[in-house]
């Protein structure tokens, strides 16, 4: 079975970095694609943040030039470099991995707490 185990949330003031890992564990054969999603406080949807899909990344707007996604196949392990840190990025945050396994499938981690004081 897999597991996703993230780390590295916490409380920043703004204008601050802080850099979120999630690692993997298991019987993993194939990577299809890893993202970074968060979900901002009184928020039902969760937002796709960063995206990565061999060397391909992808942002939405209001992260670009601020947050770097990447990824270390040795370790099993994806981060979110996250740089000049606003309020507004106050989310809990969750790694996404599409995985094969015993087949393709949807893993997701169980969410680390980003608090960006102002």
């Known amino acids: 079975q897999v597991q996703l185990a993230e780390s590295g949330g916490g409380l920043v003031q703004a204008g601050g970095s802080l850099r979120l890992s999630c690692t993997a564990s298991?019987?993993?054969?194939?990577?299809?694609?890893m993202d970074w999603h968060r979900q901002a406080p009184g928020k039902e949807q969760r937002e796709l943040v960063a995206?990565?899909?061999?060397?391909?990344?992808n942002y939405v707007d209001s992260v670009k030039g601020r947050f770097t996604i990447s990824r270390d196949n040795a370790k099993n392990t994806v981060y979110l470099q996250m740089n000049s840190l606003k309020p507004e990025d106050t989310a809990v945050y969750y790694c996404y991995w599409y995985i094969y396994s015993s087949g393709w499938g949807d893993y997701w981690g169980q969410g680390t707490q980003v608090t960006v004081s102002s």
């Open positions: 995206t990565i899909t061999g060397g391909t990344t």
């Open positions: 298991g019987r993993i054969f194939g990577i299809g694609r």
